[in-house]
Structure formats: C-alpha cells, structure tokens
C-alpha cells in the first residue's frame, strides 16, 4: 500500500487546529486512496496541493510565541542611544542642560 506524502501530512498537523485535524486528515487519506488507482504521482500532486488548499485562517491553530518580552533590554537599548547622541552634540547638550539647570532652579525658588 502507499501512503501519502509525509512532508504534507507533518505540514498538515502542523498548522491545523486539534479539533480539525482527524477530520480533515481523513477525508484526504480516502482521497488519496481512491486517486491511487489513476496514477500514483497524479494521487500525490493531489493530496500535496488539497493540503496547501487548506491553509485558511479558520483552520490555523494559534501559535504562541515562546519568547518573552524583556524591557530591561528595551531600556537599555534606549541609554546607549541617548549616550551616543548627546556626545556626538556636545553644544547642543550643554544648552539643554542649562536650561534644565535654570528651569529647575527657578522653580526651587519659587517654592522655597
């Protein structure tokens, strides 16, 4: 007897939801079976293509991503940019800096 391809049945559970998988893996196989008798490369270039032919959204199983997001890494991310561009703009540093400096100490002031 001659199975069907298993490149396209591993594709198949792979991206078929549970609750789909034996009922849409069965139909295939009896297609598979019955196409068997024309010709077998025919049978095969057929269950490959009814395969691909069910890769819709509503049989998709939902993939969940194994990869935590860290923040830690996001922020640091962020220092080295900031380092960076306020020593490439040494003038335009200092400015900000006094300004914030003056800011600051105006509204010290003004609550003191």
């Known amino acids: 007897m001659t199975n069907?391809?298993?490149y396209a049945?591993?594709?198949l559970r792979w991206f078929c939801r549970e609750d789909c998988i034996?009922?849409?893996?069965?139909?295939?196989?009896e297609v598979?079976?019955?196409d068997i008798g024309h010709s077998l490369g025919k049978a095969r270039w057929k269950f490959v293509w009814s395969v691909l032919r069910y890769l819709r959204p509503e049989f998709i199983k939902a993939f969940r991503s194994s990869?935590?997001?860290?923040?830690?890494?996001m922020y640091k991310n962020y220092f080295k940019i900031g380092s960076r561009t306020l020593v490439r703009n040494k003038w335009y540093t200092a400015i900000n800096?006094?300004?914030l400096a003056l800011?600051?100490?105006i509204l010290i002031f003004l609550f003191v």
């Open 32 to 34: 598979f079976k019955k």
């Open 67 to 73: 990869h935590k997001q860290n923040n830690l890494d």
């Open 103 to 105: 800011a600051s100490s």
């Open 4 to 6: 069907p391809p298993k």
């Open 97 to 99: 800096v006094a300004g």
């Open 22 to 29: 034996d009922e849409i893996e069965g139909d295939l196989m």
């Open 9 to 11: 049945l591993r594709f």
